[in-house]
């Protein structure tokens, strides 16, 4: 792709960017502009209008490398084109649940879009245990509407295909097989982890049949172009309000396995879950926390089932709708590649690169290993047993199960 008129923006140049672009903001108004500083790739900036108008928008706009590293770690800047398009994409099949895209350059590799500075990370809030009655309905209805009408179940082969080949994501495809199908299974130099980790993290090293099914994931997740997935979907991709959710960051989206993405929400869950027994907190109110979370990723399944199916019902005539018995058959393994991929994701934040605040922000390391005990424990059985698991009480009853085995209850 040729960005020939590419350059990374200051703040200054993005307030004379946004001007120039007709429909955004009136000629004479006066532009505030702040890059936020916590993307991880890229360069998020907010553009507010002074005044009463409150008017604002985002610009993300991608580096030519990844911003936690630096240049040493080049990255194509076609990313901002994926996450555009599927934006785009998202925003018709399920509207209202991300962010509206204004504009997209190319040339600039940025996507203007709704300002969403209401809401906050769905990650933070999960920390302080704020609860979100409407997440698991939205999210519920985002994962089966996104995944299913992107699907072969939905669209026409030769379409679908087309599609593929536009969402053919190399780069971002290659981190993820990486950090979290590779790396985290041998004494990788990307590895970092907490030092009373090393015990057990030598054990996962040496487990053979752990091996053997990670790498069966891995190649799940490499093969299988099942739907176009979000590719990046855990709790810092998604921001929420006590009313609202709004999915973001979709530049790791590519055709992939769809248990990928629902593992992911569900993994993000559990590892808040974890990081909930590694905090000094009051028994009761730890309990009821996790009681909580437990009851939102039964309610997740529960609503995407219920969308899934009603879409496989609705389109009726399509050839897989009329094989008896396949519709119960593909939610099984969507099911099960959930678990698995919960389980890879749950380890991956403990052992590789890239962990989590939930667990990061306890500064205690032997507190915290408690919680990233728990979190591999979990995340081994969810792998293990994937394949024994028929309904998501299965999950949550196998998450109680080995909470119960691996932590005493002071
Ligand atoms: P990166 O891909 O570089 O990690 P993200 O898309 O995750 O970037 O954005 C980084 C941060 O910028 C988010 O955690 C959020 O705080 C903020 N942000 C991103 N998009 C929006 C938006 N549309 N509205 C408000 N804040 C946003
Ligand atoms: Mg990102």
């Known amino acids: 792709m040729s960005n020939s008129g590419y350059h990374v923006l200051s703040e200054l140049e993005t307030i004379q960017y946004v001007k120039k672009i007709p429909g ?46 630096g240049e040493s770690w080049p990255l194509t800047l076609d990313r901002s084109r994926i996450e555009s398009d599927a934006l785009m994409i998202q925003n018709i099949l399920c509207p209202g649940l991300v962010p509206k895209v204004y504009l997209y350059d190319k040339e600039m590799s940025l996507t203007i879009m709704e300002d969403l500075s209401t809401h906050i990370n769905m990650r933070k809030g999960l920390i302080t245990r704020n609860q979100y009655p409407h997440f698991a309905k939205h999210i519920g209805t985002f994962l089966a509407r996104t995944l299913f009408l992107t699907s072969d179940l939905a669209l026409e082969p030769q379409y679908k295909k087309q599609k593929v080949v536009k969402f053919i994501n190399l780069e971002l495809c290659k981190i993820t097989e990486d950090l979290v199908f590779t790396d985290p299974y041998y004494d990788a130099t990307t590895n970092q982890f907490n030092p009373l980790m090393k015990e057990v993290i030598k054990e996962i090293w040496d487990h053979a049949e752990l091996k053997l099914e990670i790498t069966k994931l891995k190649e799940r997740f490499l093969t299988h172009a099942q739907a176009l997935i979000h590719g990046d979907l855990h709790t810092g991709s998604i921001m929420v309000t006590e009313k609202d959710t709004k999915v973001i960051d979709p530049e790791f989206a590519f055709y992939g396995p769809m248990g990928f993405d629902i593992g992911n929400v569900v993994a993000n869950l559990l590892l808040n879950f974890c990081a909930h027994e590694g905090c000094s907190l009051d028994q009761k109110e730890r309990l009821q926390y996790q009681d909580y979370l437990l009851n939102i990723v039964e309610e997740i399944w529960t609503i995407f089932e219920k969308e899934f199916r009603a879409l496989w019902k609705g389109n009726e005539s399509s050839f897989y709708a009329s094989v008896q018995g396949y519709d119960d058959d593909y939610i099984l393994r969507l099911l099960q590649d959930t678990l698995g991929y919960a389980g890879c994701e749950m380890m991956r934040r403990v ?44 999950l949550t009853a196998l998450v109680r199960y080995i909470k119960n085995r691996e932590v005493d209850e002071d």
């Open 24 to 69: 955004l903001f009136s000629e004479n108004a006066l532009l505030i502009c702040k890059e936020l500083g916590d993307g991880n790739l890229n360069l998020v900036f907010r553009i507010t209008e002074k005044g009463t108008s409150g008017k604002s928008i985002i610009i993300k706009q991608a580096l030519p490398y990844a911003r936690v590293v």
């Open 351 to 394: 052992i590789g690169l890239a962990h989590v605040p939930d667990l990061e922000s306890i500064d205690d390391p032997k507190l915290r290993a408690k919680g990233e005990r728990l979190a591999l424990a979990i995340g081994q059985q969810l792998v293990l047993r994937r394949e024994t698991v028929w309904t998501i009480c299965d």
